[in-house]
């Protein structure tokens, strides 16, 4: 198996075969971030890859997103059916749970009827973080926020962020109060 490099964020999707899978929207996400500088792992972009290292290149990914929308295959819980996602995503949790990357580090792009609220239920990664969400906003604004995201190392935290836009929007109101 050959040496794979640390990779910004690891791409999930469902569907591969499917039509209504999140496949597309993936690619497209995926050609975005490409374009800004970031390296992502996006397993159908990878040259002579195979499945089974997909779990390995989400454990070399500071970020783990998955790509999701309301046809994907959930148990009757909530919870991810798919086997190969289940695996990625189970591989970059352990990653969280050993301390090597953050909680929120790994999130959800929603995207066709499915919602930020759903998303809590896929995965133990993704209980209680900010994902993205299109029916609350645009898909170029959902990716712009995904580019953010990326861009903000895992040594800060979304607390950070929060409070700097935070204080920035209570200083434009208290200068526009006088």
């Known amino acids: 198996m050959k040496c794979m490099e640390q990779q910004d964020i690891f791409i999930a999707y469902h569907g591969t075969y499917a039509d209504n899978g999140s496949l597309a929207k993936a690619k497209e996400l995926f050609y975005y971030l490409q374009s800004q500088g970031i390296k992502c792992y996006f397993f159908p972009n990878q040259n002579n890859d195979y499945f089974a290292n997909t ?22 819980d909530g919870s991810i059916r798919n086997n190969g996602v289940y695996q990625e995503v ?7 749970y050993e301390g090597k990357r953050k909680r929120g580090d790994a999130k959800v792009y929603a995207f ?14 993704f209980q209680g973080v900010a994902h993205f969400d299109e029916s609350l906003s645009s898909s170029e604004k959902c990716f712009e926020d995904v580019l953010r995201w990326v861009l903000t190392s895992s040594d800060s935290t979304e607390s950070q962020v929060l409070t700097k836009q935070q204080n920035d929007s209570s200083s434009t109101f208290e200068g526009t109060s006088n």
């Open 90 to 96: 189970t591989a970059f949790w352990n990653c969280i």
């Open 55 to 76: 779990p390995i290149a989400a454990q070399k990914s500071n970020k783990f997103l998955f790509v999701c929308n309301d046809n994907v295959d959930v148990k009757e």
């Open 112 to 125: 066709d009827g499915f919602t930020s609220e759903k998303a809590n239920e896929l995965h133990l990664a």
